[in-house]
């Protein structure tokens, strides 16, 4: 799934990204989608001939004695793995981030495919920085945030997305909305609606970002329900008045074409 990140350097086992609680009106859950099994998939990755390489150390973090960092990024492919989008999605301070960013644009992608055909997708990725050679003293500021990390059991995240439910409000505030529309040939005979699950951000200033198709669905329709979810926009999202990056779920329904 899109939230189960891949890594390119090692990392810890609680970098992983895991998506959030489902927010959705009509109580519906994961039971109710059928999720394609892992033999049906292929992950996007980065291109075999332009594989990642060592992300260059941000001089500002030699500067302040800060010797190890953690940096998640975003991409929004196509379905010819071209890249549509970046997003950075989390740090643990911003020079890291904005480095693992540059060096995500320089990359080069292929494209995820369900049951051999390629569909568009996010592709989610975090990279765990080490010092370079001959950095070999920590300041005590260093020293201090690694025992903080180890008493709070985890990496300190200064930048993260948040859960819907931590919001003003409780919940993301939709400004616009469109649905996917179903051929009529294609409408189930049994009258049961189609249905995607679908996962993506919404930056602060409202926008969705990274799109991604979780349940199984055929290629056609998963491009159109990507294709109707990057016209959503919501109300910029704020927590105590500040403007954050949400991750959230949604159930999108398809509409039979020629209905309102």
Known sequence: ???????PAAANADDTLQLPDMQVAGGLSLKDFDLPPPSDLK??????????????????????GVATGRATVGVSLDASGQPKDFLLIRYTQDYFGAALLEEARRRTYTVKQFKGAPIPSAFVFSYAFEPPPGMNAISNFEAASRRSEDVQGGVKFTYRPRNETELDGGKLVPTQIALPTLPRALVPQDGKPVRALVSFYVDEKGRVRLPNVESALSPQFTAAAIAALQQWAFKPPVIKGQPVL???MRAMTFREEGKK
């Open 1 to 7: 799934m899109h939230g189960a990140d891949t890594t």
């Open 43 to 64: 992950a996007p990755d980065f291109s075999a001939s332009d594989p990642f390489l060592k992300v260059q150390f941000p001089g500002q973090a030699v500067h302040d």
């Open 246 to 248: 949400v991750h959230t």
